[in-house]
């Protein structure tokens, strides 16, 4: 769609490897199909008539004040949100402003059709994953939704061999899973071929 905006609920810039390769701006879209507990962007779901909208081109401009970092340290964009991967257009629009020097990182679910996957593959460097947990009780009892389409898009993954360019983040998710959880989910994954993960606790925050 030729005038497709999205709605941004922040950039974050001069990142330097903590979501892909280099020094990174980070650009968060609003909107997720996930209801998670432990949400850590909550702003990214509900009302986002506070949020401005950006067209490709405009955020290409805002965020090409740091191309010159970009280029030096091989980094680029990563976008998270929210889910990222609800835009397949928007972003593919975004790489024709930038071109192929920088690169461009997605922070996703994979809980998305899997023709927006087959639609992003192409144009993305690198995809940093948050399975969750492989389990569908565990998975949905945290999210709200079921993981066929993660389960899915991670078969589609592989079936185009681009693996080696996911980082999969598993975490433990304090009243959800455990070790034994997590040690399940990376063995099911591993047979799929990925070897790059991220494992990690989360910090709830007490209310």
């Not at 030729?2 to 490897?17: C, D, F, V």
């Amino acid at each position: 769609m030729k005038n497709e905006k999205a709605k941004i609920i922040g950039i974050s810039r001069h990142r330097l490897s903590t979501d892909g390769d280099g020094v990174t701006t980070l650009v968060a879209f609003h909107g997720c199909p996930l209801s998670c507990r432990y949400c850590l962007n909550p702003h990214s779901i509900g009302d986002g008539s506070r949020f401005r909208e950006y067209s490709p081109e405009e955020l290409y401009a805002e965020t090409r004040i740091d191309e010159l970092y970009f280029l030096a340290t091989n980094g680029g964009v990563t976008f998270g949100g929210g889910e990222p991967c609800l835009r397949p257009d928007f972003i593919g629009r975004f790489r024709e402003q930038c071109g192929c020097d920088w690169r461009i990182n997605l922070e996703t679910s994979l809980n998305v059709p899997s023709e927006n996957i087959k639609s992003l593959l192409p144009i993305v460097d690198t995809l940093i994953i948050d399975v969750k947990d492989i389990n569908p009780a565990v998975y949905c009892d945290y999210t709200g939704r079921d993981n066929v389409r993660v389960v899915d898009n991670l078969k589609l993954i592989a079936d185009q061999a681009r693996q080696m360019d996911c980082v999969v983040r598993l975490p433990l998710i304090p009243g959800y899973n455990n070790d034994a959880d997590r040690i399940s989910s990376r063995a099911v994954i591993e047979a799929l071929g990925f070897t790059r993960f991220d494992l990690f606790t989360y910090q709830i925050r007490k209310h």
